[in-house]
């Protein structure tokens, strides 16, 4: 069973907030990733990280930014919320030679 | 330019029969393949996977068949059941660096009673 959590599951937020989207896992893998989709459309990279201190951009450029202080933790933040940001983002954990494991994602809104 | 591409959008079964989900890959260098599930507002969950090394992969209901020369691969369901209507996602990775997951743009499948 998959131990990776995000919260909120739903945010509906006005355009020029600043929003932090939760991502938590109890599994002690190194590697953490942030996928966004849109509906019917396919998962896209946005960040992940290879561990503690370690932040990539992912293959989908993104305004969002990332940190990674301690292992089991891998926040995304807007700055600025913008309708544009509308979508579901997706946080995911992997070891070495294990499937990715999915949290439940978040439905972000920008009103 | 798509590295996974899951050509038919939707897919409709009759509950018992066989479903069949097809993936197509362009990058040589993938070398580890995953299926997973999705329902609306959900997470992905994963189902099932294969190596490079590998031509099939069984687990209960579920077997996936990868052909390297043709760069394809295929999920098997059968038989197919109600609860078996979601989006199923191919995806493939490098096994070595970041283990990055490159997804296709799914298939919606659709078990009729």
């Known amino acids: 069973e998959a131990d990776i959590y995000q919260t909120p599951r739903y945010l509906v937020i006005g355009t020029g907030k600043k929003i932090t989207l939760e991502c938590s896992q109890t599994m002690g893998h190194d590697k953490m990733y942030w996928y966004q989709q849109d509906p019917g459309m396919e998962l896209h990279l946005i960040h992940y990280s290879y561990g503690v201190n370690s932040t990539e951009k992912g293959d989908l450029s993104s305004e969002s930014t990332v940190s990674r202080i301690r292992t089991e933790h891998f926040p995304l933040t807007l700055e600025s919320a913008r309708p544009s940001h509308t979508s579901q983002y997706l946080c995911?954990?992997?070891?070495?030679?294990?499937?990715?494991?999915f949290g439940q994602g978040t439905r972000l809104t920008v009103v | 330019d798509q590295q996974v591409k899951q050509n038919s959008p939707s897919l409709s079964v009759q509950e018992g029969r066989i479903s069949i989900l097809n993936c197509d890959y362009t990058n040589s260098m993938f070398d580890y393949f995953l299926w997973y599930k999705k329902y609306p507002a959900e997470g992905p969950t994963f189902l099932i996977s294969?190596?490079?090394?590998?031509d099939k992969n069984e687990d209960g209901r579920f077997t996936v068949f990868l052909n390297k020369s043709a760069k394809h691969l295929s999920l098997h369901i059968v038989p197919s059941q109600p609860g078996d209507s979601a989006v199923y996602f191919c995806?493939?990775?490098?096994?070595?660096?970041?283990?990055?997951?490159?997804f296709g743009q799914g298939t919606r499948l659709t078990i009729n009673p």
């Open positions: 294969i190596s490079s090394i590998k």
């Open positions: 995806a493939a990775r490098k096994h070595q660096g970041a283990q990055k997951l490159v």
């Open positions: 995911a954990t992997t070891g070495q030679y294990t499937e990715a494991f």
